[in-house]
């Protein structure tokens, strides 16, 4: 049998790893459950519901009686320090390189799992918490916009005339971006879409979207496995210029790209958003990363003066949107959990570590008081458009390779 707990996450993080329903089948498969109180309430799934699926509700977590803790934030060290010995964390670890986590996890001989590490295969699909995150974080990103648009998104023919479609523009195609075009689209917006992957545009296409052709060749994006890489300074240089009178036609921009683990990539410049009509709205998925747009702060809501005159920008940088849908990201998540918990389980039911399986090789941070394959983040979902960063100078930054 193996203990696994689920902590109250600290605030302002409104998700738990686990919820009833995935309770349930962790009892069911042999496990024992713990769930500090007051977990779920944040998410809507009260103490209760959690005693119903079986789970212990305890006031407090001892550490140290624990196999498996699944997190949604980070561990402190301070926490990492009263687990015990051999024991396993699972959940979001960004960032990977924090040297007293590391120290703290090695000390106790932990195996730190990051879900941001899980290989981008099809056998790891059903725990790939980036995706299931993205999924939210894309559908929240068109709502977001929504409500601060000063206009409909759909058309609208009625008899004091007609209203034309709102026009939203979407960088990066990743899961997010995929998910921000079909939302846009459901709520009757005209959408456009980019991606520097040369498979992309058959992707924005089946979405419903028209594909934004920047007259790249299709090998100046592709990167290893499917993945965009970074651009040439000439080439993201030429994106840039090719997307500025799409995103300047706009109403709605929303960017997608961020890469676990490191800065996102500076993809429009403070120039771009301003050259937009007053009243448009700009959703910097990216902001807690670094921000996709120039000037974007996370979970603030700024103002640009529109080039245009007459009014201005509203540039939102969302802080975490996953979190601002708590019910069912948790639920996601914590099937994700599930699903490498089962990985975990050997077949006397007692706790593995299987390093030769290629999941839990990947996903390792740390293993009986080592760091593992170094501290570099593998390729992640959802950094569509890639280029290096420009300084407000208009200088080029250091290019950096950046995985979609």
Known sequence: MITIAAPREPSPETRVALVPDVVRGLVRSGHQVLVE????????????????????????IDLGAVDILVHVTPLPAAALLRLRPGAVTLGLQAPLDDADRLAAANARRLTVLAFERLPRTSRAQAMDVLSSQALAAGYRAVLEAAIRLP??????????????????????????????????RRLGAKVAANDI??????????????????????????????????????????????????????????TTAAVPGRRAPLL?????????????????????????????????????????????ITLVGLASAPADLPTDASRLYAKNVAGVVALLTGADGGLVVPLDDDIIDGMALTHDGATRHGLGAPPAQDAGVVAPAVTPGGAPAPEHAEPR
Do not use: C, W
């Open 37 to 60: 109180s007051g977990a779920g309430t944040a998410s809507h799934h009260p103490d209760d519901a959690y005693a119903a699926a079986g789970a212990a509700v305890v006031p407090a």
């Open 151 to 184: 206009r409909f998104f759909p058309l609208a023919m009625t008899a004091a005339g007609t209203v034309p479609p709102a026009k939203v523009v979407v960088l990066g195609a990743g899961v997010a971006g995929l998910q921000a075009i079909a939302t846009a």
């Open 197 to 254: 992957r040369p498979e992309s545009a058959e992707e924005v296409r089946s979405v419903g979207a028209t594909f934004i052709d920047v007259g790249l060749a299709g090998e100046a994006g592709a990167g290893v496995g499917g993945y965009a890489r970074s651009l040439g300074r000439s080439a993201a240089q030429a994106q840039q210029a090719a997307l500025a009178p799409h995103i300047a036609d706009a109403d709605v921009l929303i």
């Open 268 to 312: 429009v410049t403070a120039a771009m958003v301003a050259a937009m009509r007053p009243g448009s709205v700009v959703v910097d998925l990216a902001a807690a990363g670094g921000g996709n747009v120039e000037g974007s702060r996370p979970g603030v809501d700024a103002t640009v003066p529109s080039a245009r005159g007459g009014g201005a």
